[in-house]
């Protein structure tokens, strides 16, 4: 699968700060987001729009990614709220894990948001059938 875009476009054009380390570690989940978004259509004519759209979605890939990260800090410290002896019970505060979870799904809905942002005039995001001509 090729990428749709390339650092240079993402640092220069679009204006992105992630550093090209991260960049590389996304790009190719981004660009195949958008690749099943659009069906696999040819991009011709709508370069720019299939670009900006992937640098938006690597932004969102690599906070889902830092989410996921920080969730798993959580679950590993063991945050225990309680904690009983006879009859042994132990309760752990999952308040943290459930609020990453809201935000990780928050920033999953972003995406469909951001591809519709530069998608949405180009036609690329049609999934109806369509058999008539041009006219």
């Known amino acids: 699968m090729t990428n749709y875009t390339d650092y240079d476009f993402y640092k220069n054009t ?3 700060d992630m550093p ?3 960049f590389n570690k996304v ?4 660009s195949y987001e958008v690749q099943k978004n659009i069906f ?3 991009i011709k004519g709508y370069e720019d729009e299939v670009q900006m759209a992937t640098c938006s979605v690597a932004d969102i890939l690599l906070k889902v990614e830092q989410l996921e990260n920080k969730k798993d800090t959580i679950l590993s410290n063991n945050n225990l ?4 002896v006879g009859d042994y019970s132990r309760t752990f505060d999952t308040l943290g ?3 990453v979870n809201v935000e990780i799904s928050n920033q999953k809905e972003k995406i ?3 591809l519709r942002r530069y998608l949405l005039h180009t036609g690329l995001l049609y ?3 369509w058999y008539g001509r041009y006219v």
């Open 27 to 30: 790009i190719v989940r981004a």
């Open 40 to 42: 696999n259509r040819d």
């Open 81 to 84: 709220k309680s904690e009983s």
């Open 127 to 129: 999934r109806g059938a």
């Open 112 to 114: 469909k948001e951001e």
């Open 20 to 22: 090209e380390t991260d």
């Open 97 to 99: 894990i459930d609020n």
């Open 14 to 16: 679009y204006k992105g």
